[in-house]
């Protein structure tokens, strides 16, 4: 039945955008920095899989490892050239984080070359599996439960800890939570790095549905920032929705209206961001 | 109590709740020509809101306001204010690039409607800088004209606020704490140019300096947790009992 | 003073009588500057922080192109019909999204043009999909000047639009209109707060905007007689983002030192392949964001203070 294919195909890619936007959402929505560049640390994600599975790591792995390296880049990112832009306003992070995409795109490329970097996924992931009504790619179904146990991972320490209360509290007033003895400093790097080995590892499992090659930050780029657009900003739930309805109307789009789809897709979410500027689902902390 | 046709503003029933809490409950307000009306209460009374209420930043839930009788519960802020209701802010919100002077002059082009103007300027422009001039020496800010916003004292800011909102020539103007953290050596300034506000404004003032309220207000509104307690002249409200302990303090004398 | 104003426009005109060997490259200067010109109305007076300038661009490009296949080959009116009907996409889009600020702006401004890319890409008919749109004949310009084959016509014209963009902006800028986007600019709590419909004068400012980049669209279509996807893509807003970004916003000549620097350096890397160019761009605006925040217009500035400076004895 092509109905529950196309769903699941669209579910499994959403939850690739989910992974991947989640860490947008908390770095534009909870730190609110503008970072084009987030797209550019799950390509390099990507990447850095990509080489570790061929030399010989397994394919998880490799792409907790690429996570974590990448988290370990966005801290030193941080440091280095988001940190100094806090206080400069929105147009000068965009900016410097769009000069940031362009310099990762072109070192990739001129390391890499511009093709395609497939990244094969492990032989247990690889089959079919028998779902009732056919069998469908082991590998999305892998996605899938990844991508709700993260959703319930994340649930379960930003919202309802004191890491979350600590966060908010930083963002909302810096001066106040440094009195109340949280180091707001260390607290933003942490999380940005979180944000970005986030991204690093949906880039990695995700490559299968979001093909790596040096364009790969700028292509989806619109993609990822309109899901935490119309998930609302720091909207955890409003970004899993989000992702997962991006990800059915763009995978059915493709289907029903190969033509239209990519401009359709455009269309609808340029209607959802004018409808609801401050995302779907409503944001649970009363601003 | 004067009749409703000659107020200058006159709310009915305003009314505002966030979530399940009411910020502003069934107010009703008149204030004639030339009022000199107090706004006091404690922190979180909903005193701000009120005036965000009035000048439309905030949509009310429920109620009328009428403007010299014209109703402008539907008009967007700006179109508020070209009906002639001006608002000074508690915090400032003046360009900081620009002079004082072009602060005072772009609220002057808006009134005369010629801030559409995209080609013609040089006479009519230099006729909006030099009222500009005009009105900062009213308010004693005359020698802060040329200056950028940023590089004036606070108190020389708090100023500018209030001369913007006069060269919009209002018919009623709401004063959001006009001395608030102005430090005690450049207050006289502000008192002043209160006091040589145009007498037949009708204004509304938020203050919690008491000294400024007594002395310039000829009756004084008490408003707790969105609701209007009292309203009266300044020495009925010192006196009232009520008043006294939810926001003068049973202690005082 | 005054005689500085000049220099550009001297400049301008010695290039055309001493280099003609590169006609067309300054041709490409000279639209670039006006597309820059276009940006800093938009993004550096009235605020309108805009990641998808080019699609005003490429908009103009393609409607000056068509203009000319199906309907005359003649430059002005193709270049009025154009400069026209983007502006009124212009006007159209900014009065969908201008209700919108900051990051929101932003997304609805990259979603747009990327609806736009993708528009073209599909619509063979109207843009020749990957392969451009191609068979653009220009009539000469004003029945009499031929576009020939080293760049003479194409530059003047040019250069004469240009200047007469120049002179709008200069005059807009300088009228309550543009002093209100200057405000609008730095608080529009404030200018609310005196009466400004403030979202008219920013959907105005736009589409006034969107008109003239679509101009610098037609000009590129007209005389290089070709428009490809590329005059929508993000890289083209990225790169006439960062020719104003260097050489600085809100000033009389940012755009002109900015873009003119940008293609030129561009140019002459272009032995370089074209990725090793992406990391200097980006490179380069970084750098600026981080270090140099006026661009290098602001250069003079600071070399005047440090001037001072040293003569006020330290």
Known sequence: MPFATVLLDGVSYGMVLFIISVGLTVTMGLMRVVNLAHGAFAMVGGYLAVILVRAGVPFLLAALLAAAAVGVLGAAAELAVYRPLYRKGELAQALMTFGLVFVVIAALTMIFGPEIKPLPVPGFLAGLVDVGLRPYPAYRLFLIALGLALAALLWWTIDGSLYGARLRAAVDNPRMARALGIDVSRLYTLTFAAGCALAGFGGAIGAQLLPLEPFYALRYLVLFLVVVGVGGMGNFRGSFVAALALGVLDTAGKYLLPEAAAYLFYGIVLVLLLWRPNGLLPSRAAT | MSAPAAAALSVRGLSKSFGGLAIAQSIDLDLERGARVGLIGPNGAGKTTLVNLLTGTLAADAGSIRLQGEPIDRLPPEARVRRGLARTHQLNTLLPEASARDNVALAIAEREGIGWRLLRYARRWRACLEEADAQLESVGGAGVADRRVAELAYGEQRLLEIAIALALRPRVLLLDEPAAGVPKSEAHAIHAALERLPAEVAILMIEHDMDLVFRFVREIVVLVQGRILRRGTPAEIAADPEVRAVYLGRSAP | ?314
Do not use: C
Request: net charge positive.
């Open chain 3, 1 to 314: 003073m005054k005689g500085l104003h000049l220099l550009p426009w001297l400049a301008a005109l010695a290039v055309y009588f001493a280099a003609g060997g590169y006609l067309s490259l300054g041709t490409q200067v000279l639209i670039m500057i006006l597309f820059a010109l276009s940006l800093d109305l938009a993004l550096g007076h009235a605020g309108i922080v805009t990641l998808g300038h080019a699609a005003f661009f490429g908009f103009g490009a393609y409607a000056a192109g068509n203009f000319a296949i199906h309907v005359h080959g003649d430059p002005l009116a193709g270049l009025a019909f154009a400069t026209a009907l983007t502006g009124l996409f212009g006007l159209a889009t900014g009065a969908l999204i201008l209700h919108t600020r900051g990051v929101t702006l932003m997304m609805l401004t990259l979603a747009i043009a990327s609806l736009l890319a993708e528009f073209a890409n599909q619509a063979h008919w109207l843009t020749g999909g990957d392969d451009g749109l191609q068979g653009i004949r220009m009539a000469p310009l004003l029945g009499a000047f031929r576009f020939d084959l080293w760049g003479h016509t194409a530059y003047l014209y040019s250069l004469t639009v240009l200047a007469a963009w120049f002179a709008v902006t200069w005059r807009v800028l300088r009228s309550p209109f543009g002093r209100s986007l200057d405000g609008i600019r730095q608080s529009p709590a404030r200018m609310h707060a005196i009466g400004t419909p403030v979202w008219r004068r920013l959907v105005a400012a736009y589409g006034l905007s969107a008109a003239m980049a679509g101009s610098a669209g037609a000009l590129s279509a007209q005389t290089t007689r070709f428009v490809g996807l590329s005059t929508l893509g993000v890289l083209l807003s990225g790169t006439v983002l960062v020719a104003l970004i260097l050489g600085g916003t809100r000033r009389l000549y940012g755009a002109f030192l900015g873009a003119t620097v940008y293609v030129v350096v561009q140019n002459v890397a272009a032995e370089l392949d074209p990725f090793r160019w992406m990391l200097v761009l980006g490179a380069l605006l970084m750098a600026i964001v981080l270090f140099l925040e006026g661009g290098l217009a602001s250069l003079g500035d600071l070399a005047a203070r440090a001037l001072a400076g040293r003569r006020a004895g330290k």
